[in-house]
Nanobody, 127 residues
Framework: QVQVAESGGGSVQSGGSLRISCAVS????????MAWFRQAPGKEREGIAG???????AYADSVKGRFIISEDKSKNTLYLQMNSLKLEDTATYYC?????????????????????WGQGTQVTVSS
């Protein structure tokens, strides 16, 4: 089994930066894919950044050029560096994990590709 836990959320002013983290524990020795999703009140969950077992990254248009997904495999930790934050980035951010092989073909930003989810961390952007 795998557990994922987000941390680092908080409040930041528009135009500012914030980095959130996701610690992975359990069966971390298998190849896997991870991603960040977010959900704002009254809106559907949105896949915003993903990283494949081959370390290929994918971003939603809404965050491309502003957010960076990265991973420290030695620490089993996933990061999301968020820059130039906007009011519309306010949401609960979720980390997701799934066992994948390097040859698997899938949409890294599709929620049903992942079966391990964290509890979420709140990010609030204010003017």
């Amino acid at each position: 089994q795998v557990q994922v836990a987000e941390s680092g959320g908080g409040s930041v002013q528009s135009g500012g930066s914030l980095r959130i983290s996701c610690a992975v524990s359990g069966r971390t020795y298998n190849t896997y894919a991870m991603a960040w999703f977010r959900q704002a009140p009254g809106k559907e969950r949105e896949g915003i950044a993903g990283i494949t077992p081959r370390d290929i990254t994918a971003y939603a248009d809404s965050v491309k050029g502003r957010f960076i997904i990265s991973e420290d495999k030695s620490k089993n930790t996933l990061y999301l560096q968020m820059n130039s934050l906007k009011l519309e980035d306010t949401a609960t951010y979720y980390c997701a994990h799934a066992f994948k092989t390097a040859s698997d073909e899938y949409d890294p930003l599709q929620g049903n590709e992942y079966n391990h989810w964290g509890q979420g961390t709140q990010v609030t952007v204010s003017s």
